[in-house]
């Protein structure tokens, strides 16, 4: 209970300095955003563990934006940032490598996450049917009336407990059971319960791969774990395949340009670079 309140990365650091003899950990709080990109540069790997498809996007285009291609179009080595990303959702989770420039990248396989569902707002204001409706009412309409020109911060305890009594009230006003706090927080955050055994199963396969990059001791994952724990214990490796036109880890074309040339003159040869391509 004395952790309670502290940033996560904070406390986990704490604890694994104090169970793993040897070990050093520097704890980061902040936004990744925030950190420059000499920052993630002296890694020579990145391990990820983020809770939504923006973070990922960004740490991905921060990773292949250090590569680097030769004149045949080859990723040059010392410039390549491999990446082992996990994540969970309940019983199911994922592991997977990126290798930026030779296997996909983030953005190469972003068509495997579904769009967020939405509720029309129609349905929100005039026939609430759910809990979640009644909790998107509160946070999507409701608030905007009380709170003119305030956002709504989600991590602010105050703000959420606001839209989970209002969601309460919208409830109670049509008979509809099941709103409570925590799922006040899974829907306005997108929050979906963590399993501490899914947890340790992808972790335990992220290691494992991290082990396998940085020691060289066996083949890595070819290139994307799959873990299904919802009826016994399903798990299947899937080889995906580059986007070779990915905007984020493609070679790209490099044009060298004068700093004094004119707008007009830029625009001129970045056509003439199309035609040509």
Not at 24 to 49: A, C, M, Q, W
Not at 161 to 182: C, D, H, M, N
């Amino acid at each position: 209970l004395d952790d309670v309140g502290k940033p996560k990365a904070e406390v986990a650091a704490k604890r694994v300095m104090e169970r793993v003899s040897g070990v050093n950990i520097t704890p980061h709080f902040s936004r990744i955003e925030d950190k420059p990109l000499d920052f993630y540069s002296d890694f020579s790997i990145i391990v990820l563990g983020l809770d939504s498809i923006e973070a990922r996007s960004y740490i991905n285009a921060v990773a292949c934006g250090f590569l680097e291609y030769d004149d045949d179009d080859n990723p040059r080595e010392e410039t390549v940032k491999p990446m082992v990303d996990g994540g969970t959702e309940g019983f199911k989770g994922h592991a997977r490598i990126i290798v930026p420039g030779t296997t996909p990248c983030f953005e190469c396989t972003i068509w495997l996450f579904p769009p967020q569902v939405k509720f029309p707002l129609c349905t929100l204001a005039e026939t609430p049917r759910t809990a979640a409706h009644c909790i998107e009412y509160a946070h999507l309409i409701k608030w905007s009336e009380v709170h003119s020109g305030k956002s709504f911060d989600p991590d602010s305890p105050e703000d959420m407990q606001w839209v989970y009594s209002e969601a309460v009230k919208r409830a109670e006003l049509f008979g509809i059971p099941g709103v409570t706090y925590s799922l006040t927080q899974g829907v306005v955050k997108n929050i979906i319960p963590a399993i501490a055994s899914t947890n340790a199963i992808i972790s335990a396969a992220c290691a494992l791969e991290t082990l396998k990059i940085v020691s060289g001791c066996s083949k890595t994952l070819l290139n994307y774990l799959t873990y299904n724990g919802v009826e016994g214990l399903h798990t299947k490796v899937t080889e995906f395949v580059r986007d070779k036109e990915c905007l984020v880890c493609g070679p790209g074309i490099l044009i060298q340009v004068d700093k004094s040339v004119t707008l007009k003159k830029f625009i001129d040869q970045l056509e003439d670079h199309a035609s040509c391509s």
